[in-house]
C-alpha cells in the first residue's frame, strides 16, 4: 500500500505563493509579522488558537474506500465519509489556498529508515508549520518538487464545511483519505490534530507491516537494550515522564516497534503546561526557548511574561518542541527492544495502586481494556476527570480492530520477556474531587525502581479487587501510600468504589469475547 499515488493536483500549489522549508527563524520572523503570535519571554513563539483548544474527536473522519473498505474498525471513533464528501472537501481546500500564502512542510515521519514515510505539510499559518518543523523528521536535503510524498496534510483551520451540504457534523473536519493519501484539516487550530492525524495513519499503514505503532513515550539507559515504554492516554504522564535527568529520551508520544527494536514517529515533543515549574519538570521548563511553540499559555502582551498556571483559555495549555532541546535525546530516535512497560492510567476512582506488577495475561486485560480517565481539555467538552476506558491506551487514534494491535503487542511481550507494570498517576485516598493526585516526585521513583530492577527484588501482596501484585516497599516512597486502601479514611467506601470500578471493567471487557479465557479471567473479580 506504500507506493498508492498522491492526486497530482498537488503539484498546482507550485504555482502559488508557497513557501517550502523555511527556517526556524523565517518562520518566526513570518509568523509575528502576520500578527498569528508574538515572541514571549523564554523567547518561544506565542499563539492563541482560538475556539478549539483540544481535539475534536467527534469531528474525525475517514473515507470509506478500496483502500480503508473491510480493514478500518468503523464506529463511533472511525467514522465514514464518502469518497464524494471528501473530493467536496478537496475541491473547497483547493479553492481556499488558491491565492494565498502558504507555508509547506517537506519531511518524515519515522525514524528508521526502513519504516519511515515522507510527509508533505501545506499550513496556512506559519506558526502551524513551525510547529510541524518541530514535531516531525526533518529532511537532512531538500529534495521538494522532485515526487509526490507518501502522505499530505493539508491544515486550514479558517476553512470552514457546511455541515449540512457536507453531509458532516459541523463546520470542523478532520478527515483522512488513505486513498488519496491526504489529511484534510479545517475549522480548528489545535495544533494538535496534526500530529495526532500522522499517528493515525501510522497506527492503520504499520501493523500491515508486522510493526506495532503505540500511543507510548519512550527512553533508554546507558544501553540501546535499556528501553522502557510509556503508554497512557492524554495527560497520563507520558511527556513529563519520560523527561528523566538519569534517562536518554526516545520520543514522548508516537512509536513504532518492529523486529530490530522501537523508533519514535516523531522529531519533537508536545507537553502539556499548566503548572509546569522548573523544579518538578526541569527538562521540559529547560526545552522552551527560541524556536518553541507554546499554545494558549496564558502571557502578558506587553512584559511577555508567562502565566504556566493559569488556565483561562483551557486546562490544555501546550509547549512544542524539538526533541533536541532535551538534553541526551536519542538521536535519530532508534533504540533496541523494551526491558519494561509502564502502563499509565490516570485513576479518577482513587483506587487503584500507585504501582503494580502485572503478569503477562494481566497485562494484556489492561491493555485491552485501556483504563484510564479523560482529563481537562484535550477533548473538547471535557472539563473534570472522566472515567473511560480506552483500549490499548489510544483507542481516538486506532483506524483497525485493537485486537490487531493486541496480538502484536502479546507476541513481543513473549518474544523479549518483558517486564509489566500498571502506573496510577491519578488519584488516590479517595476519588476526583475528595483524594488527591499522586505526588509527580513518588510517580517518578516508582517508576526509576520498576525500571532499574529493585521491584525485582521485593515482595508483593495481591489485592483482592483487582487482582494486580503491589509492592510491599519501594525505598524513597511513603510505604503508607503503596496500598491504596491503607490511603481512604473509610474503608468501606474504598471497598465499593473498587467494586464499581472492578464491575466497569469487567462490562466494558464483553466488547472482547473473542479473547483466550486465560486473558479474559485476568481481569477484576466481584
Ligand atoms: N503523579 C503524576 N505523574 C505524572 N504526571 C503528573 C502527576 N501528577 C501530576 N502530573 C501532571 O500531569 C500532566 C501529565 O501530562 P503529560 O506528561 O503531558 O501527559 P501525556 O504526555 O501522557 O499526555 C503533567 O502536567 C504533570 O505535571
Ligand atoms: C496531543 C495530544 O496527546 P497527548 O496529550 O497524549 O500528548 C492530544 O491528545 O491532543
Ligand atoms: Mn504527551
Redesign the pocket.
Known amino acids: 500500500m506504500r507506493n498508492m499515488k498522491t492526486l497530482n493536483e498537488m503539484d498546482a500549489l507550485y504555482s502559488r505563493k508557497v513557501y517550502n522549508n523555511l527556517s526556524v527563524s523565517e518562520l518566526v520572523e513570518k509568523s509575528i509579522s502576520l500578527k498569528e503570535s508574538i515572541l514571549t519571554e523564554k523567547g518561544a513563539l506565542h499563539a492563541y488558537t482560538g475556539e478549539f483548544t483540544?481535539?475534536s474527536p467527534k469531528d474525525k473522519y475517514i473515507v470509506e474506500d478500496s483502500v480503508t473498505k473491510g480493514r478500518v474498525k468503523w464506529g463511533k471513533i472511525n467514522q465514514p465519509i464518502s469518497e464524494q464528501t471528501f473530493d467536496s472537501l478537496y475541491k473547497k481546500a483547493l479553492a481556499y489556498m488558491s491565492g494565498r500564502e502558504l507555508f509547506m512542510f517537506e519531511g518524515a515521519a519515522g525514524a528508521d529508515p526502513n519504516h519511515q514515510i515522507s510527509i508533505r505539510v501545506i499550513n496556512e499559518l506559519a506558526w502551524h508549520n513551525l510547529f510541524v518543523k518541530q514535531l516531525l523528521i526533518q529532511h537532512e536535503e531538500h529534495d521538494s518538487g522532485k515526487k509526490e510524498p507518501d502522505f499530505s496534510i493539508i491544515c486550514l483551520p479558517g476553512l470552514k464545511a457546511d455541515p449540512m451540504k457536507d453531509e458532516l457534523h459541523s463546520e470542523t473536519f478532520i478527515s483522512i483519505s488513505f486513498e488519496r493519501r491526504i489529511v484534510l484539516i479545517g475549522g480548528t487550530a489545535?495544533a494538535?490534530?496534526m500530529?495526532?492525524s500522522v499517528f493515525s495513519v501510522l497506527n492503520f499503514l504499520l501493523p500491515f507491516e508486522g510493526i506495532l505503532p503505540m500511543?507510548c513515550s519512550a527512553n533508554m539507559g546507558d544501553s540501546p537494550d535499556d528501553v522502557a515504554l510509556f503508554f497512557?492516554?492524554?495527560?497520563?504522564g507520558?511527556?513529563t515522564l519520560s523527561a528523566d535527568p538519569n534517562r536518554k529520551l526516545i520520543g514522548?508520544?508516537e512509536h513504532g516497534w518492529s523486529d530490530t527494536g522501537v523508533f519514535n514517529f516523531e522529531g519533537g515533543c508536545?507537553?502539556?503546561c499548566i503548572g509546569l515549574s522548573q523544579e518538578q519538570e526541569p527538562q521540559i521548563w529547560r526545552a522552551i526557548k527560541y524556536g518553541s511553540v507554546l499554545e494558549n499559555v496564558v502571557i502578558d502582551p506587553e512584559t511577555r511574561l508567562l502565566d504556566f498556571d493559569a488556565n483561562t483559555y483551557t486546562e490544555?495549555t501546550?509547549a512544542a518542541y524539538s526533541i533536541e532541546n532535551i538534553p541526551g535525546a536519542v538521536s535519530p530516535s532508534i533504540a533496541g527492544h523494551p526491558k519494561v512497560i509502564i502502563f499509565l492510567t490516570a485513576d479518577a476512582f482513587g483506587v487503584l495502586p500507585p504501582i503494580s506488577k502485572l503478569k503477562k495475561e494481566q497485562a494484556m486485560y489492561h491493555f485491552l481494556s485501556g483504563y484510564t480517565s479523560k482529563l481537562a481539555g484535550?477533548?473538547r467538552g471535557v472539563t473534570e476527570p472522566e472515567a473511560t476506558f480506552s483500549t490499548c491506551f489510544g483507542e481516538?487514534f486506532l483506524p483497525l480492530d485493537p485486537n490487531i494491535y493486541a496480538e502484536l503487542l502479546g507476541k513481543k511481550i513473549d518474544d523479549h520477556d518483558v517486564r509489566v507494570y500498571l502506573v496510577n498517576t491519578g488519584w488516590s485516598g479517595g476519588a476526583y474531587g475528595v483524594g488527591e493526585r499522586i505526588k509527580l516526585a513518588n510517580t517518578r521513583t516508582m517508576v526509576r525502581a520498576a525500571i532499574n530492577g529493585d521491584l525485582e527484588k521485593v515482595n508483593y501482596q495481591q489485592d483482592s479487587h483487582f487482582g494486580l501484585f503491589i509492592p510491599e516497599t519501594i525505598a524513597g516512597v511513603p510505604t503508607e501510600i503503596l496500598n491504596p486502601r491503607q490511603t481512604w479514611g473509610n474503608k468501606n467506601a474504598y471497598d465499593k468504589k473498587a467494586q464499581e470500578l472492578a464491575e466497569r471493567f469487567i462490562s466494558n471487557f464483553e466488547r472482547f469475547s473473542n479473547v483466550m479465557p486465560e486473558i479474559k479471567q485476568a481481569g477484576p473479580k466481584i
Open positions: 483540544g481535539r489545535y494538535g490534530e500530529k495526532k500511543h497512557g492516554l492524554s495527560g497520563t507520558k511527556t514522548d508520544d508536545y507537553a502539556k490544555n501546550r484535550t477533548e481516538p
